[in-house]
């Protein structure tokens, strides 16, 4: 069954102490994983897309790196306006079309 | 420019009640999502549209109600809906509905069912 797990559930950090998000996926076939962020009771803002292993992108002081089994998402030097959930999603060729997302890292910088 | 609209921002409802969400995109993407998201939870999908035809349904209830009218817009219309389906729906579109296309999601509206 394809599954996607992030972790930490929630981290905290204070402000310009830089830490890694996770995101594990057991799927068939990747073709392309998805991060978000997310502020309360808004929708998901398109951070990055990664599609094969190895590739990396930034923008910040975020960057995202992919494995053949996992995704991180790396904060660098966080600050307070950086607190949100941060989502991973999926898609697989073996799913069809559906996007599995993650349950979230909820993600909490003290000045 | 990457914004998918949606109005309204907040709803509140009786169980007797029909109402509408709509959703808007002008970035000529040609598939367009409903989710539905609870409260720390991740974004569940509900329909999705592919130039203008609908192409998933995830065994929503027939009290949600989808329509395409166009390819720049995506209405969910809502009739007797429960308590329980209180949520923050959004809306998302894409290029197409190939895997791997990046989706786009609108700034949600936040659903009251009283």
């Known amino acids: 069954e394809d599954q996607v797990t992030q972790s930490p559930e929630a981290l905290r950090l204070q402000e310009g102490e830089s830490s890694s998000l996770n995101c594990s996926y057991t799927v068939s076939g990747l073709r392309g994983l998805f991060w978000y962020r997310q502020d309360p009771g808004k929708g998901p803002e398109f951070l990055f897309t990664l599609y094969s292993a190895g590739e990396e992108k930034e923008k910040e002081r975020l960057k995202a790196t992919l494995t053949k089994k996992e995704s991180f998402l790396h904060i660098t030097a966080p600050k307070p306006e950086d607190s949100a959930t941060y989502l991973c999603a999926v898609q697989a060729g073996t799913g069809g079309f559906k996007t599995i997302f993650g349950a979230g890292t909820r993600l909490f910088v003290k000045a | 420019d990457t914004e998918v609209t949606q109005t309204p921002k907040h709803l509140v409802m009786g169980m007797t009640n029909k109402k509408s969400l709509k959703c808007e995109q002008h970035m000529g993407h040609r598939a367009m999502y409903w989710y539905k998201q609870k409260a720390k939870k991740p974004p569940e999908l509900m329909f999705v549209?592919?130039?203008?035809?609908?192409?998933i349904n995830e065994s929503v209830p027939s009290r949600f109600s989808p329509e395409c009218p166009n390819s720049s817009l995506l209405n969910l219309h809502l009739h007797a809906l429960q308590p329980e389906d209180s949520a923050l729906y959004l809306c998302?579109?894409?290029?197409?509905?190939?895997?791997?296309?990046?989706?786009?999601f609108g700034p949600g509206t936040r659903l009251l069912v009283l």
């Open positions: 549209y592919s130039y203008e035809k609908l192409s």
């Open positions: 998302a579109s894409s290029q197409d509905q190939a895997v791997g296309e990046t989706q786009y």
